[in-house]
T-cell receptor, first 115, second 116 residues
Framework: EAQVTQNPRYLITVTGKKLTVTCSQN?????MSWYRQDPGLGLRQIYY???????DKGDVPEGYKVSRKEKRNFPLILESPSPNQTSLYFC??????????????FGPGTRLTVL | AQSVAQPEDQVNVAEGNPLTVKCTYS??????LFWYVQYPNRGLQFLLK??????LVKGSYGFEAEFNKSQTSFHLKKPSALVSDSALYFC??????????????FGAGTRLFVKA
């Protein structure tokens, strides 16, 4: 089944404790992206990647890191989480055959709480 | 700067009635517009998109959207609402970043309630 998977689905942590949220897709998509969803703000893009070893900042990159060493994986790293990073996080992927007209496929989300 | 606005936080409609969820956009070039739906405890699902051509775009689950360039709008519509359409709807625009990549800008979302 074609899908985007994220782990963990739920995470409660404490301020300053490094964490990684994994994202994997099995559709051979070039483009991958991370978003955070907050009430009243919709989805905001954190980072995206056009292909392996190519990453770029979205609108809210502060406090996050990403890497793209393999085409299928795009982990999101919080080196020192803070309470304002409590949010619902989504990973997404899309092909790039038609560049920016291609549809994104979303993972199920990771609900992160930072105490 | 590119932006997307969904002026209504919530839309209420009775089952069987037509529904409209509004979206307006601001882009510097040609708009590439999308609608996504989010059901409770799920990720976003693609509904439809406008790239070019016919201003009326048909999508999944009986939804359609009308692109209006003069009003910079891309409203989502359905002729007859179902209770199962109750969900959170997001309008989005695809944009090229300064570094040549592709960013996506989402609206804040509109919650649709369809009452039986």
């Amino acid at each position: 089944e074609a899908q985007v998977t994220q782990n963990p689905r739920y995470l409660i942590t404490v301020t300053g404790k490094k964490l990684t949220v994994t994202c994997s897709q099995n559709m051979n998509h070039e483009y991958m992206s991370w978003y955070r969803q907050d009430p009243g703000l919709g989805l905001r893009q954190i980072y995206y990647s056009m292909n392996v070893e190519v990453t770029d900042k979205g609108d809210v990159p502060e406090g996050y890191k990403v890497s793209r060493k393999e085409k299928r994986n795009f982990p999101l790293i919080l080196e020192s989480p803070s309470p304002n990073q409590t949010s619902l996080y989504f990973c997404a992927s899309s092909p790039l055959q038609r560049e920016w007209t291609d549809t994104q496929y979303f993972g199920p989300g990771t609900r992160l709480t930072v105490l | 700067a590119q932006s997307v606005a969904q002026p209504e936080d919530q839309v209420n409609v009775a089952e069987g009635n037509p529904l409209t969820v509004k979206c307006t956009y601001s882009v510097s070039g040609n708009p590439y517009l999308f609608w996504y739906v989010q059901y409770p405890n799920r990720g976003l699902q693609f509904l439809l998109k406008y790239i070019t051509g016919d201003n009326l775009v048909k999508g999944s689950y009986g939804f359609e959207a009308e692109f209006n360039k003069s009003q910079t709008s891309f409203h989502l519509k359905k002729p007859s609402a179902l209770v199962s359409d109750s969900a959170l709807y997001f309008c989005a625009v695809r944009d090229r970043s300064n570094t040549g990549g592709f960013k996506t800008i989402f609206g804040a979302g509109t919650r649709l309630f369809v009452k039986a």
